[in-house]
């Protein structure tokens, strides 16, 4: 049985441990580690709080842009990858926002990029990093995600060069 001193000094270290893990819960947050030696704006990790909620959008593929070309030309979903890449964040973006979060919360990007036939059927790296850095790793949105970047054969249409999934992070206040 425990004297009413102990048990005081019991209640007192309860509530400061509670108030404790409270505080961490607060300031504890998303870490991004960088990539050592490099200037590619691509997290080398991501590292999420418990206290966060993981919301895992589906792939998005490009829009169509130009509905007087061929649905099954690229130039009828923004032409070449660099085209396309911003189209399909700008849907991520959009479906991000309708879910109340942002680009900023994305903690990790898939892109499957299809073969350019003008570059001997090998995909468009440089096309995709060009669209990819409007919206990440700027100074409006330092933010970056881990990612991986694959070729594919092919997506659901002929003329689409992009797909990209993201995993986002959703503060629990």
Known sequence: MLRPTSRKILVAFSISATMISATYAAVNDVVRYAVANSS????????????????YLSGKLPPIQDSSQPLDSPLAYGGDTKGQTVAVLRAIEL???NIGLGLGDVVKMQVFLVGDPALDNRMDLKGF??????????????????RT?????????????????????????
């Open 40 to 55: 590619v704006p691509v997290a080398a990790a991501v590292e999420v709080p418990a206290s966060a909620s993981i919301v």
């Open 95 to 97: 479906a991000l926002s």
């Open 129 to 146: 990093a060009d669209g990819y850095a409007q919206f990440f790793g700027t100074d409006v949105q330092p933010n970056l995600p881990a």
């Open 149 to 173: 970047t694959l070729q594919v054969a092919g997506l659901a249409n002929r003329g689409m060069r992009v797909e990209i999934d993201v995993v986002a992070v959703r503060r629990n206040e």
